[in-house]
């Protein structure tokens, strides 16, 4: 199977996985051979991160599989051993440090610099940092908290961290959907490093749920449905077609369904609003209109959404509803009618502690109680149709978020707000790690959201989706808008470029 | 190598789902909220669900091994009465306790608020002379009230909660000596139906459990039942999320510090009612068993999260073991402290790692 003569680079043969009596990986192998990237693709909750766990050693599996790293066997299970043959991590959501700063993030596994007396030298090691980030195209406050840097930051952060192995020490690079909130741009900026990687003979995995990038990247592609492998196949042999059919067994429907109804009265305006990147910024969302921006990382993008639901702090003004909403209060935003799912999912979307059903209803729970008392069967039922209307693949309503896949956490946040009904719904990045069906299917709920006057405003980083989904598209650089397309201008490729500053 | 569709599992195949279709699978058994993400481990799979009931269990088992090795001590009914008795004024101690930390926030200050409470009572009771229900409900309030300045500290000027209820701990300290003048108040002129109110029994059952239970109802109605109790369980493993989700972060948190607050005060109450005096410093050593319990009971039912009936289990667990061993080795009065500080360190660890495990995923 192997391209070449030479040993794989890595070989997982016959990986299985049981949690609390559900098996989520059966059997699986998988081999990489040097220079090689092999896709992984599956749907939410396929397994693709339980593997990868798997490889770590963070979670252990069933009895009867084996690692070998260039034909020598490993320990599975045991992360330093992992780590010692040269494997590294770029994983999902896992791996960073919270509560440390990135210098010492990017220090931890790899040591500080040191100075007179095994002092640490702060000042090298913070250069070193900034210089890691850079290499990679990112400038990053290297003090800051990882906790407080956007999701886009923190992958940055995890690659560089990868890449700080010396010169043919890592056998082989894992990367964990390091693209879900990544615009195209930077896109092909990691995909220069990933190539510069493997030619120095690096075996690399790569998952993701954007199915033009295994065809652009990979050499072969390994599909998993439910946890069984159910193909490996050379790119070359396959089309985007193939591929679907593969993972999903029919075919997606990407046509959007919108009554094309005359949109209403202006539901949410912004006059004057600045925050941390946004410089300057008016915009008006009317009843039923959906409108998206555009932006690379640092362009002001980001924040926007944290910005107007009051999760940030900002300066301007805000009305929701002809009704001033002030600055850093959320549960104002909440009581005008506004629903924010928000892109930092760890941090701001799940209560890790609760379960799906607790998350799922956590907006709306005051609905479910009669007097003071929350109805249990109520409780229940609404849980449930949430997690049907969004196709969430959970083990039951009752196990805790976190065992949920990471696009499987995201349905949950979503169906969490559109619980509420709003009367203004903010998204920011809504489809992050879901997987190409149900990104479809969320793509048709808010078609239906719109066409029943909800004024929708979409940050993506995920240029394709805000063509697919948006009237109207305001691209932001530096700060400010540089331009703003309606209706059939809004292509992927003009959106790509002017937010690069190129012109269009 | 390749496997066709069919040979899948039918319920969870993609391939025979609607376009938008339930993928909720729930295989009986399989529903468990507690479990870590490391997912149950094998031993707690059977019918005993040992990972919720292993305290319940233990405790049976230990009073079933004291009273047939001590029969004439530990297995009779006046002794079961004076553990149920004790415990209740340190459960609703521990249900203070509980309280706080499920909100996320942690209050030590809660056995001088305990002290003060005592000594405040007895003042009002003697040197004010006022009737003994007005002098209860006043020392609530102040016990509400300390919750209340703690909330203050906390929330607005941004102290952490371990030291500025540290520091409260010793202001209180101080305010119960000014107040008491640092004496054990005896209340003899105090109207009789005060007393009664804490010996009394009903049915041979010690009134002071009716009052535990009563704690014990209404804050496992709140907190399993309500939208409050949602909220505050929420705020306690996410505040940021939670605040996006529109709660009140500070303000529930506040509540909760005044609900510890208030009911530090009710254990003083029933205390001071039990011991027909208000006995001066009697609070601080409820403090480490209240804690020591709070955290065992975060391992049990609902295991991860501080809830009321496995913090009850917890309690009689550690009560029924300190009394049995007291019993079985009268000369070796160091036994309680041993088994109630090794208690809280193994408690502790287990719930951080359960929490650990949470966070770094
Ligand atoms: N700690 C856990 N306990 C119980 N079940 C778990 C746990 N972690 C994952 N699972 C289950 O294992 C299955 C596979 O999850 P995994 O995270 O590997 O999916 P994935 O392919 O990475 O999906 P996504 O594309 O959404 O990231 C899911 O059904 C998930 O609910
Ligand atoms: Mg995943």
Redesign the interface.
């Known amino acids: 199977m192997n391209p070449d003569q030479r040993a794989p680079r890595l070989d997982l043969r016959a990986v299985s996985k049981?949690?609390?009596?559900?098996r989520v990986l059966h059997d699986v192998?998988l081999d990489i051979a040097p220079g090689e990237v092999h896709a992984l693709v599956g749907?939410n909750?396929s397994g693709k991160s339980t593997l990868i766990k798997i490889l770590a050693g963070f979670?252990?599996a069933d009895p009867g599989a084996s690692a070998l790293v260039d034909g020598r066997p490993r320990s599975l299970g045991d992360p330093d051993d992992i780590h010692d043959a040269g494997v590294r991590f770029v994983h999902q959501?896992?791996g960073l440090?919270?509560a440390l700063s990135v210098v010492d993030n990017l220090a931890l596994g790899h040591g500080y610099a040191r100075g007179m007396g095994g002092r640490i030298n702060w000042r090298r090691q913070t250069a070193a940092a900034e210089a890691a980030l850079r290499a990679i195209g990112y400038e990053v406050d290297v003090r800051a908290l990882v906790e407080d840097l956007q999701p886009v930051e923190r992958t940055a952060v995890a690659i560089a961290r990868a890449l700080q192995s010396a010169q043919g020490e890592m056998s082989v690079l894992v990367l964990d959907e390091p693209t879900a909130t990544m615009p195209k741009a930077e896109v092909q900026r990691l995909f220069e490093i990933i190539n510069t990687v493997r030619q120095q003979g690096v075996g690399i995995l790569y998952v993701s749920h954007h199915l033009e990038e295994v065809f652009e990247l990979a050499d072969r592609v390994t599909v998993l449905?439910?946890g069984?492998?159910?193909?490996?196949k050379r790119c070359s042999e396959l089309d985007q077609r193939g591929l679907v059919d593969l993972m999903?067994?029919?075919v997606v429907?990407e046509a959007r369904q919108r009554s094309t109804t005359v949109p209403g009265e202006p539901l949410l305006a912004l006059r004057g609003v600045r925050g941390a990147e946004i410089v300057e910024l008016d915009l008006q969302v009317l009843a039923g209109e959906v409108v998206g921006v555009a932006g690379i990382t640092g362009s002001g993008r980001e924040e926007l959404c944290s910005l107007i639901?009051g999760?940030k702090p900002r300066e301007g003004r805000v009305t929701v509803r002809g009704r001033e909403l002030p600055a850093l209060r959320?549960?104002t935003?909440?009581?005008l009618g506004m629903a924010?799912v928000?892109a930092n999912r760890l941090?701001?979307?799940?209560?890790?502690?609760?379960?799906v059903r607790?998350n799922a209803?956590?907006?709306t729970?005051?609905r479910?109680?009669r007097h003071?008392?929350?109805r249990p069967r109520d409780d229940r039922r609404q849980a449930?149709s949430i997690?049907?209307?969004m196709?969430?693949?959970?083990?039951?309503?009752?196990?805790?978020i976190?065992?949920l896949s990471g696009g499987n956490q995201q349905k949950v946040v979503l169906g969490?707000w559109l619980q509420t009904d709003p009367h203004v719904l903010l998204l920011d990045e809504p489809t992050q790690g879901v997987d190409i069906?149900a990104k479809a299917?969320i793509h048709h709920l808010i078609d239906d959201v719109a066409s029943k006057g909800v004024a929708v405003l979409v940050c993506s980083s995920d240029e394709a989706e805000l063509e697919r989904l948006c009237d109207r598209v305001l691209v932001l650089r530096h700060g400010r808008v540089v331009s703003e397309f309606n209706g059939a201008e809004v292509q992927t490729r003009r959106l790509v470029h002017t937010s690069l500053g190129l012109t269009s | 190598m390749k496997r066709t569709i069919k040979e899948r599992s039918v319920m969870t195949s993609p391939t025979d789902l609607p376009a938008v279709g339930t993928t909720v699978v729930d295989p009986p058994g399989v529903t468990d909220p507690g479990s870590g993400p490391r997912g149950r481990p094998a031993w707690s799979a059977g019918v005993l669900r040992l990972d919720r009931y292993s305290g319940l269990y233990l405790a049976v088992i230990l009073a079933v091994v004291f009273s047939v090795l001590l029969p004439d001590t530990f297995g009779t009914l006046s002794n079961a009465r004076v553990i149920a008795a004790s415990s209740a004024i340190a459960g609703i101690l521990t249900l203070a306790v509980a309280v706080s930390m499920a909100a996320g926030t942690f209050d030590i200050s809660l056995a001088a608020n305990m002290t003060f409470s005592i000594c405040l009572l007895g003042t009002l009771l003697t040197s004010a002379d006022l009737p003994w229900v007005l002098a209860v409900i006043l020392t609530l309030l102040a016990g509400a009230s300390i919750g209340a300045v703690n909330a203050l500290i906390i929330t607005r000027l941004g102290v952490e909660p371990i030291v500025a209820t540290l520091g409260m701990s010793s202001v209180l300290a101080a305010l119960s000596f000014w107040v008491a003048d640092g004496q054990t108040i005896l209340l003899d002129g105090v109207s009789p139906t005060f007393t009664e109110a804490g010996q009394a029994t009903i049915a041979t059952v010690p009134i002071t459990v009716f009052y535990l239970a009563a704690v014990a109802l209404v804050l496992w109605f709140l907190l399993e039942h309500t939208p409050l109790g949602r909220y505050i369980y929420a705020i306690g493993s996410n505040p940021q999320a939670a605040k996006l989700a529109g709660i009140k972060v500070l303000r529930l948190q506040s509540l909760s510090l005044m609900m510890t607050g208030a009911l530090a005060a009710l254990a003083g109450v029933v205390l001071t009612m039990q011991l027909g005096a208000s006995a001066f410093g009697a609070g601080a050593p409820y403090l480490l068993p209240a804690f020591a319990a709070t955290f065992l009971g975060a391992t049990q039912i609902l295991p991860g999260r501080f809830n009321v009936r496995g913090t009850i289990i917890a309690l009689y667990l550690l009560a029924i073991a300190v009394k049995g061993l007291q019993l079985q080795f009268p000369d070796l009065p160091w036994i309680k402290d041993l088994v109630e500080g090794t208690v809280l360190i193994v408690a502790v660890s287990i719930t951080a790692r359960a929490i650990r495990q949470r966070r770094t995923r």
């Open positions: 049981t949690f609390g009596g559900t192998s749907q909750g979670h252990e959501d896992l440090v919270p449905v439910d069984h492998r159910v193909a490996t999903t067994g029919g429907d639901f999760a959320p549960h935003a909440c009581a924010l928000p941090r701001d979307g799940i209560v890790s502690g609760l379960n607790e209803n956590l907006t729970v005051r479910l109680a003071v008392r929350i449930a997690s049907t209307k196709s969430v693949k959970a083990p039951s309503l009752e196990s805790p976190e065992s969490k069906k299917e």
